[in-house]
């Protein structure tokens, strides 16, 4: 007894293709120096300039003095673009100009660029074959134009080749995984291998390599490759914490901040300053040691803890450790909640400490109050809030205890 086997269902597959047509642009300019003198060489004769390629096809542009056709009694000058090497049905846009010597712009232009064309692109079916025009431009008023400039004409041509071709979409891809550098970096100095410099930062041992810091940081390949610092195998380092330099040197190998975010916010002992944190610690070394990259990361952080009472703070130390991102940030900040901010205890600190800070940031405040409309809707001047201890948005800001 024969077996009945369902038959598989058909797979519909979808493909796509594109067809895309263009052109191939050049340009040649052709120079006729000496006009007065090809005057009288015979109607149909021309000057020809040099080959020039476009869309790998071989170009000339042809000049006749005396016209090329005869009934018009070299009443005209004629150009034409002609096809100077082997080819069959070639489609091409054309474009002749002759040029304004004058510098005032006013150039004759014939093209078939720009404008919709009926019948298509001009087609050029062997060698020889021409498009231009036999009434090119009327000759007497050619000699007393613009356009001649001791004894000079200059035309212009641009040849557009038509080309098509067919788009289709890439059926086979092969993803590239993320750079895993970093990683690389961060095992070499996680097992010590091929380290050729300690630090000694308080006690605490440190091994690194001299090209990978030296690499990263300009103030440490000065130090190390400079003068004594070359032949140095240890150098202690007593004006930071070991925490610090670790950090500093997690992300000189890894390119990132250390993983532990609550190590960064934390501050060591029982200290409540901002300025204590390790963040803002690895703030000042990433300023020390010209690490630009370490020194907007730290900013980005710190832009999360921005508030009336910590702004003022931030500011300052923004402005500091060179930190332009972080302070603009916190003059805004600061300006869009003026009264409340002026009322914080680091506002006070300020004042006493930072002239030229609190002159930048009057100057923030004048630059905000431009942007509030005076037509009392919901935007406030930021020198309102003064009288009445709201911030820019008419809301009361209430200070962080």
Not at 166 to 171: E, F, T
Request: proline letters at 2%.
């Amino acid at each position: 007894m024969a077996l009945e086997t369902e038959a598989a269902p058909m797979i519909a597959l979808t493909t796509s293709s594109r067809s895309v047509t263009e052109t191939v642009n050049g340009s040649h300019c052709f120079e006729i120096k000496g006009y007065s003198l090809a005057k009288g060489m015979g109607i149909g004769k021309h000057i020809a300039s040099d080959n020039f390629t476009v869309g790998g096809y071989q170009w000339a542009i042809y000049f006749y003095p005396d016209g090329k056709n005869l009934e018009d009694n070299s009443a005209y000058v004629s150009a034409f673009i002609s096809l100077a090497s082997d080819g069959a049905d070639v489609r091409a846009l054309f474009e002749l100009t002759l040029v304004d010597q004058s510098g005032k712009g006013k150039h004759k232009v014939h093209s078939h660029f720009d404008r919709s064309l009926e019948s298509g692109p001009y087609t050029l079916k062997y060698r020889g074959s021409m498009w231009g025009y036999k009434r090119f431009y009327r000759r007497t008023l050619l000699e007393t134009s613009d356009y001649l400039k001791d004894d000079c004409l200059k035309i212009n041509c641009t040849v557009g080749v038509v080309v098509s071709s067919i788009d289709r979409p890439i059926l086979n891809s092969i993803q590239v995984p993320k750079s895993d550098i970093g990683s690389h970096f961060g095992m070499l100095l996680e097992n010590m291998e091929g380290s050729d410099i300690t630090f000694d930062v308080s006690g605490e041992k440190f091994h690194a390599h001299k090209l990978v810091l030296a690499a990263r940081s300009s103030v440490f390949r000065s130090g190390l490759f400079d003068g004594a610092g070359e032949n140095k195998q240890e150098i202690v380092v007593d004006d930071l914490e070991p925490a610090v330099f670790k950090a500093l040197l997690y992300f000189i190998y890894t390119d990132n901040l250390p993983e532990d975010e609550k190590s960064l916010t934390s501050c060591s002992g029982h200290a409540l300053s901002t300025s204590e944190t390790l963040l803002v610690k690895l703030l000042a070394v990433a300023d020390r040691f010209g690490l630009d990259r370490l020194r907007i990361m730290c900013g980005s952080h710190l832009c999360k803890d921005i508030s009336v009472t910590s702004v003022c703070e931030i500011l300052a130390l923004a402005d500091r450790y060179h930190a332009k991102e972080l302070k603009a940030v916190c003059l805004k900040f600061a300006a869009e909640n003026l009264a409340a901010v002026m009322r914080s205890d680091s506002f006070e600190c300020l004042k006493e400490n930072n002239v030229s800070l609190q002159s930048e940031l009057l100057k923030t405040v004048a630059g905000c109050d431009k942007d509030f409309s005076p037509d009392g809707g919901k935007t406030r001047s930021v020198w309102a809030q003064l009288s009445d201890g709201g911030d820019s948005t008419g809301r009361r800001v209430r200070q962080r205890n």
